[in-house]
Every structure is written in C-alpha cells, then in structure tokens.
Nanobody, 120 residues
Framework: QVQLVESGGGLVQAGESLRLSCVVSVKIGSIDRMGWYRQVPGKQRDLVAT???????NYADSVKGRFAISRDNPENTVYLQMNSLKPEDTAVYYCKAIWRDTRLLTYQYWGQGTQVTVSS
C-alpha cells in the first residue's frame, strides 16, 4: 500500500542544479530510513544518499559536497538537492523507504524513478 512518487528530474547542462522530490503515502516520521539511489542502463542500482529518522545522513563519495538530502515530515516528502551536476550524474533516480516493525520484519519500498540527464 505504501507508495513513493518521485519528481523533479529533467535535462540540464553540467554545472546546473536540480531538486528531486519524493512524496510518500505514509508518515515519513515513522520510517526508519529514506534514501535516494540511482541506476544507469546495464549497471547496478547504487546508493546516493540516505537520511535516518533521527536526521543522520550518508552520501556516496561521488556526490559528497554537491548533493544534500533532506526531509519535510509534515509534507511526507524527501528531497535531494543536486548542485554542480556532472554528466556522470546522469541516471534514473529512485526513492526508497526502509523500516522495521515490532516483529523485526524489514520493509522496503521503491518509487518508480525520475530521469536525470546532464549534458556536457
């Protein structure tokens, strides 16, 4: 039943910025960890950034200092601010929600992705 809807992708030139949004159908304040991942054709899906319920963040080395993940709990939305974009950032970006219930069962939900294309 949990749904994640990404938006904000597009075609930009190197050096420009984009902000991705992920709207979640449940209260994100109850989700243990939200994350952004990206995938290019023929490659595995890789971590970009995560944020925990407590606000701790983690970034891939390739985006550290350029990207920032944040939350707006009242709006049930997670953002990925992407600055100084590079052609190698081109990928489909996916939003992910992870949490564990009282039975210690882990739940993972993915959005459908939003395309980011960065031209030289």
């Amino acid at each position: 039943q949990v749904q994640l809807v990404e938006s904000g992708g597009g075609l930009v030139q190197a050096g420009e910025s984009l902000r991705l949004s992920c709207v979640v159908s449940v209260k994100i304040g109850s989700i243990d960890r939200m994350g952004w991942y990206r995938q290019v054709p023929g490659k595995q899906r890789d971590l970009v950034a995560t944020i925990t319920r407590d606000g701790d963040t983690n970034y891939a080395d390739s985006v550290k200092g350029r990207f920032a993940i944040s939350r707006d709990n009242p709006e049930n939305t997670v953002y990925l601010q992407m600055n100084s974009l590079k052609p190698e950032d081109t990928a489909v970006y996916y939003c992910k929600a992870i949490w564990r219930d009282t039975r210690l069962l882990t739940y993972q939900y993915w959005g459908q992705g939003t395309q980011v294309t960065v031209s030289s």
